[in-house]
């Protein structure tokens, strides 16, 4: 150990001066060591020539500054005249209209507001690479697609490219708090000084815009779901107005949370009832003053009549009557209410899983236009595996988005690595078989299937005050992979590691394959030793770190017994129509399947079913072996993972390569936590030794249940 | 403004390459431009030869990495054997002992355990360059001061230096809570991660050991004064324990706070008596315990009896008795405790400024040998300026330390520029007439006049988990200025402001001679526009941002008309033999002069006299013009200091510049803001014009009065 220290100091701080603390991203461009990509690149760095003015055309002069010399070495060349002598042109259709074609120009105007076009244009008998957007917003994007191009060595100055979102409201949701603390954040505090705005612009709000631009994300939300009314009244307008402007030039819209009892607690009147007319009044003059500050105001996101949240419930209103009035306020600014699905409550004795739908189905086609219902990927809680949530398909008149959770809070908060796309892959590729029998969720969420034109991915930040943004490292391609799904939900988790590890690490090909393959095992290995086969929620108490199979206390649906329902007969929630039914609540098509153990996929298997611990899998082992060799399984995966990064030593600069070292050691033991403590307590049901094919857990139970965290990250102080 | 946002968006990007955040402090080493001074270093560079082994040799190793590649543009060259071709010789006295003459031996011997000597040495014919310590240790902190001769353009390779620190205990208070949070902390957060601790070692504590030892930093207490229990549980031991060995070749030891009544909360006992024989058993196996994770433990530091905090006055003990227990049990071990005399309870009826005198005082000569009295520099609470505490030189027989405070509670926390040395100077410099005639605070802390060996100066801690460790970059001269005065209480505020500002920003003339001069002016200007001519405590509630001279709720002496005494007649609190006395716990030479209120000196004048309005100042003008007067050249000096520092925009880097320039623009506000709301509500006791000469004050005194912070840094998140 000492040893290790004593290494551990003397590479670290010799590394001082070539330091890479993780800050840059994946926009810290890597040279570029292709020589005919480097001869093409520099060559159009030698005149890039702007059509028209734009804030946001000096953002890409500064991009492409900083582009230019990391990845060639040298400043770019920006031409003010003799457009005969430039290379490279950037603008707007319009702007560009004298010297396009009318083809390329219709071309370009099916794009939409935030789409592009580069590629090579004829003018008077020579060729330019261009970039053309419908607005200036869709230049920048272009801009950062041709870059990284550049840097995966894909770019071909020949041919054309154009691209345009399938979801109009690509969105990040902070669930920070005015006080700093940021809930479920595990890379430090929030990023938002409140007390030093609208005074001091954080330097880095400027690199968080950047750094979403280049994705192509487009709005955010930048408090909490659960909300404080404070952040409504006109001192915080002021601050958020700031953020506002700053956002702007890249193309990113502010929203904010608004808690539905703000009308007592700002507002002075003595209910919050959305019929009421002074509530009405108070939300139509709150938001007509958001709008004098931010006229490009994003709209309100909600939390309401969930885990203690007030909503219209409290006035015997429904959802949609609540929702509707702030919809009504915000219609005449063209903002959006984005309003939570996420919702449950003492009042329903069901099966949490069911709730949304009870609550929300009934109400179809009784939300307005400019409103959206936010819904979790899957019914329970961002477990690390869900079927999709059974609301995707079954509203067919109201507007459905959907939501992420970026922030690790149950794949391993700061200290794993799990990268989350193959889990986003696997949500939207779901088959819902509604409202169309061939729909999937993205087709619904996107709008393909369900033909809703106001759509939303969202996710919740894993972004904090930590000097690289996510507290580990690796979690950067979470929020990457995010940004990317949101633009095309059809986008494979492979293509977005391959991209983020090659303008992450650059292209050395050991490395590359050697990350790539560590980020695409890396789910698959989580669930294996947290929830394999269907469990879930059975974490910790409260900070959700670590296992806790064994937590009750609270009401029963907080407890993890609720949900693995271990006795000593078998394991696994009934959720058929024999138990809770809450299978009920999908299409025909996969009640029919996935009500026979032996058919449904196994991975949603005790999900649904509760089943003896003999049950036969499909690999001929009984259901208790197969929990043991899943488990053991994903601790396996996770040592391959380290071995695999510390035989790069070589390959990454120290201060990157001893960050991910000492956590993937931290992740290899939390595995095997996991493991030996949830095989121990279901143990004590089943009864059974386990397979000796699978190294033995060990350490012992009541030691397991008796740690405490008290620095757990992620929760609001309490001391 | 909108234009002011383009503008800064424009060149806050493109500078991304060359971006200088904050994060290297004053060991960002700048290029030697002096050329005899480059060909001389670089001569040096060629060859190091360490004369023995150690971890602090692969520090200093590091150090001269960094230093070479930054300050020459090339590596510097170590040497393993042929000592005639080596330039520079590294090692402790007893390494070089074969090639020193006996009386250099000597003379470094006398230098003590943390000194070191530097200069030639001429060994068979050829001379060398030498640093020498008598233990590793010096031999780091010699490199350091080389370094940075060389960057202050002193270095002569011809001349012998040699230093040894006036105090033992040099030491930083953090006040960090385990969960993340600083008390008065305005710089983020803590940099403490006790979640990933033991587990993951943070490229900051390392940095951040470096720093320190830069200044000959030595101790540190990692936890806040008001203390958790939870600090002395084996499990928490563990985490410290990594801290401690990463600390340790920097020659830094580490402390935590002990809370007093932790033998009831994690011990089990029923009672915290510190004469019971459990609690007494409690506290030695806990102190073994924490010795057999950290051999080199510092010890305890506590805050008893005081704002809440438990002590030994619960069980009818005195300070000595309770403080006693501690220190039996450190001392098999070598360790301290210190025992802070910031003090005052409601049993007390009296001026609080006399309570530490009234507790300790009787208490001289029974503390044992390995205990020190913290006392804070001034009676009340770091106000912007307070007569030294009365205790010093009022307890001969026990060993006294110096307690500042770093982190700017009450100067203008993290939005201002106040460079705190010129306070730090002004109470070393304080005659206090005893326990000798010529006695000066100064000399009471380091021994030279006290006699004691063990002597301390600590600081509360401004660093937190902002980029660039203290908030307002300019605030990283206050940690600076803090470790040169606690390694010399005799150098002056000036010296130093020359040493950090040439660190931090090179040796560019004009950037030089400007920002030294802000620097020297800002803490006169922060007293002259807060609380000028003896005024105290007329802060904001609780979170002390702001003016709140208005402030009252709670205890009268949580208020401030309780410390200002205004009204119709005057204003000033009356510490003289007529009023409270506190006076009379100073030494007769000054109880003399200062009970006059003509003979005081001015900057004291309202801490110990209430006066007229009318009241003739030696400028001739009344105390209440004088007020207005002082208040306005507050504000014109901050004025002024946001004027020098924008014609610097060529000199300076674009982030540091801006970041900068956004907090002075804001400091100008607050000091204006403090101005006209002191002023105003003064205003309404002395009925009378503000004097023609000064700006008049604007706005209402109620809107003032009516304003809330809800985000105020610094306090415990509540919400």
Known sequence: MKYLLILFLSISVASSARANDGYGLWLDYSPVENSQLKQDVSQLFTGFYFFGKSPTYEIIRDELEVAGQKMLGSSPVFSTERLAQTQVWLGTRDELSQVLGLQTQAQIRELGEDGYWRGPIVFQGKTYYAIIGNRSIGVLYGVFDWLRSIQTDTFDPKTENSESPKVKLRMLNHWDNLDGTVERGYAGFSIWNWHKLPGYIDRRYIDYARANASLGINAVSLTNVNANARILTTDFMKKARVLADLFRPYGIRVF??????????????????????????????????MYSFIPDFGGYLVKANSEGQPGPHEYGRDHAQGANVLADALAPHGGVVIWRAFVYSHELDEDRHKHANLEFGPLDGKFRENLIIQVKNGAIDFMPREPFHPLFGAMPKTNLGMEFQITQEYLGQATQLVYLAPMWEEVFGSKTYRPIPASRVGGIVDGTDSGQKLTLVAGVSNIGTDRNWTGHMMAQSNWYAFGRLAWNPDLSSEEIADEWVKMTFGQDPKAFAAIKEMLLESREAAVNY?????????????????????????RPDWTAPYYHQADSLGIGFDRTASGSDALGQYAPEIVKAWSDPTQIPEKYLLWFHHLPWDFELHSGRTLWDEIGLHYDTGVKTARKMEETWNSLESEIDPERFEHVRQLLAIQVQEAEWWRNACLLYFQTFAKRPFPAEIEQPTGD??????????????IKPKW
Do not use: N
Not at 530 to 553: A, E, K, R
């Open 256 to 289: 904010l949370t608004a808690r539905f009892s703000a009308p007592i607690e700002i507002g002075g009147l003595k209910t919050a009832d959305p019929l009421d007319p002074g509530v009405i009044d108070f939300w139509k003059k709150k938001t007509d003053e």
């Open 530 to 554: 947290m929830m394999p086969l269907g469990l879930h929620h059975i974490m910790g108490w409260d900070h959700h770190y670590g296992p806790g199979p064994w937590v009750t206390g609270g």
């Open 701 to 714: 139970l009541e030691d397991y249940k008796k740690r405490s965290f008290p620095t757990a990250p992620g």
